[in-house]
Every structure is written in C-alpha cells, then in structure tokens.
T-cell receptor
Framework: SAVISQKPSRDICQRGTSLTIQCQVD?????MFWYRQQPGQSLTLIAT?????????ESGFVIDKFPISRPNLTFSTLTVSNMSPEDSSIYLC????????????FGPGTRLTVL | GENVEQHPSTLSVQEGDSAVIKCTYS??????FPWYKQELGKRPQLIID?????GEKKDQRIAVTLNKTAKHFSLHITETQPEDSAVYFC?????????????FGTGTKLQVIP
C-alpha cells in the first residue's frame, strides 16, 4: 500500500486565520479524499480531489471554507480558512486503491486546535 | 443520501470470546463495505472488506457477512485478544456521478478484557 504523509502533524491556530494541510503520497494515485474527524466521532468526508478536475465537495462543506488543490498525482492540500473553534478537529487525507479505487488508505492526520 | 447505522457503540468482551459488530445501510446501490480499525491516536486502517456480490469473507480471526436483501453487514472477531481493543468503523461505498462516496458508521469501541 502507498505511504502517505501529512504536514503539519498538529497545529494551534488563532481564530480568523487559515491553515494549509499538505498530503504527500509516495506513488501516483488517481483518487484522494479529505476527511474530518472530530474528537471521539466518526469520519466525515469533506471532498474528493482528483487531479485535473475541481474537487467535489460533500453537503455542508464549501470551497470558500475548504479550498483544495491537487496539482499532481502524488500531492494535495486542504486549506481551512477563516478558522473558528468549531474547526478544531483531526483532518485526514486518504487515497483510493484497488481495481475500483474503493480501498482507502489514510494519512496520519493533522490535529488542529483553534483558539 | 446514504445512511449507515452501527451498533453497539461500545462493546466489552473477555479475552478469547467473540465480538460482533453490526451495521445497516440505506442505499441499495452501495456495493462495497469496508471495515476500519482505529487505535487511539492513530489513523484508521482497513482490516477487511466485502463486495456486494459476496455473502461472506474470512481472514484468519476476522470475518464479515453481508445480507443485501436486509441491507446489513456484520464484523465478527473470534478468539479476541487485548490488541483487538480499538474503535471499529464500518462504511458503505457508493459510486455517485463518477466519484465514490464513502459513508462511515458511528463507530464501535471494543474493549477486550485480559
């Protein structure tokens, strides 16, 4: 399976600022996903990011708040904009693998705290 | 959209006993059902999966069953060990407009008591 890294691993930010999270994969992948996992909760899909096309956002998530870049097949970024304490969460990227890209492998996550 | 329910939310078993976690889904078009294990402070890891054309799949002490008619699937762990203690998530995968949409269950915290 692919080796996935994320930067930063954690950060503490002030409200109103923005943070960009990077996701790096050691091999080319078609499908990448961004999730949010609030403490003690399940995973919620934010968006699907495929290279060469605009990200597809899930209900409740908008591009102005969570802009995503996917410049190539090994890298993606998620920006959390104009942060508020409600954005405090773990953000994870994942890659789709397998014949239909169904199998997902997750990065280690970025723990974000907004003060 | 897809709705995935998972039960129980917590489960405690004695070491060596079996553990069963159950999930139901709402969209009959879902065709792939993975299970993830997440240890405290770590990333979710895929442990087993099943596709809609299969009724049961087994991998050593772990098995998953799928009932398409009833729209439910279950994870079975036999001969549980303390290292099985973790949060387990089921998920249902739906191909939607050329993109995949994965909906996760709410999670089951499994505690294996030595």
């Amino acid at each position: 399976s692919a080796v996935i890294s994320q930067k930063p691993s954690r950060d503490i930010c002030q409200r109103g600022t923005s943070l960009t999270i990077q996701c790096q994969v050691d091999s080319q992948v078609t499908m990448m996903f961004w999730y949010r996992q609030q403490p003690g909760q399940s995973l919620t899909l934010i968006a699907t990011a495929n290279q060469g096309s605009e990200a597809t956002y899930e209900s409740g998530f908008v591009i102005d708040k969570f802009p995503i870049s996917r410049p190539n097949l090994t890298f993606s970024t998620l920006t959390v904009s104009n942060m508020s304490p409600e954005d405090s969460s773990i953000y994870l990227c994942s890659v789709g693998a397998g014949s239909s890209y169904n199998e997902q492998f997750f990065g280690p996550g970025t723990r974000l705290t907004v003060l | 959209g897809e709705n995935v329910e998972q039960h129980p939310s917590t489960l405690s078993v004695q070491e060596g006993d079996s553990a069963v976690i159950k999930c139901t889904y709402s969209d009959s078009a879902s065709n792939y059902f993975p299970w993830y294990k997440q240890e405290l402070g770590k990333r979710p890891q895929l442990i087993i999966d099943i596709r809609s054309n299969v009724g049961e799949k087994k991998d050593q002490r772990i098995a998953v069953t799928l009932n398409k008619t009833a729209k439910h699937f279950s994870l079975h762990i036999t001969e549980t060990q303390p290292e099985d203690s973790a949060v387990y998530f089921c998920a249902a995968n739906l191909l939607h407009g050329g993109y995949q949409k994965v909906t996760f269950g709410t999670g089951t915290k499994l505690q294996v008591i030595p």
